[in-house]
């Protein structure tokens, strides 16, 4: 079995936007407590799009694929483990998404 990596460069292109618009919207949701939580959040988002479009043999027969990226898988790849990461991330850093402080019980 050969795992290698088949983007072109519009498929990374398309990856790295995705992913970056996925952590700045992440940011602007609520309130971080950290500067550069969108980072770590793109970059989860980047890495689950591309496990699921590249290295998920299984899911590379779903349509449409542009570039070598496997669209759907990406996009289901990108946004579970991107929500995961933000949700640890939100929590570990004491950021609320009610925009409010929370008060200790």
Do not use: K, N
Not at 17 to 40: H, N, S
């Amino acid at each position: 079995m050969d795992l290698a990596i088949t983007l072109g460069l519009g498929g990374w292109l398309l990856l790295i936007a995705g992913a970056i618009a996925f952590g700045v919207v992440a940011q602007f949701i609520g309130r971080a407590e950290t500067g550069i939580e969108w980072l770590v959040d793109a970059i989860a988002a980047g890495i689950g799009a591309l496990v699921a479009s590249e290295f998920i043999v299984s899911w590379r027969t779903f349509e449409p694929v542009w570039d070598g990226l496997a669209l759907v898988p990406a996009l289901v790849g990108g946004l579970v483990v991107g929500i995961v990461v933000e949700v640890a991330t939100r929590r570990i850093t004491g950021g609320t998404y009610s925009g409010r402080s929370m008060a200790a019980a």
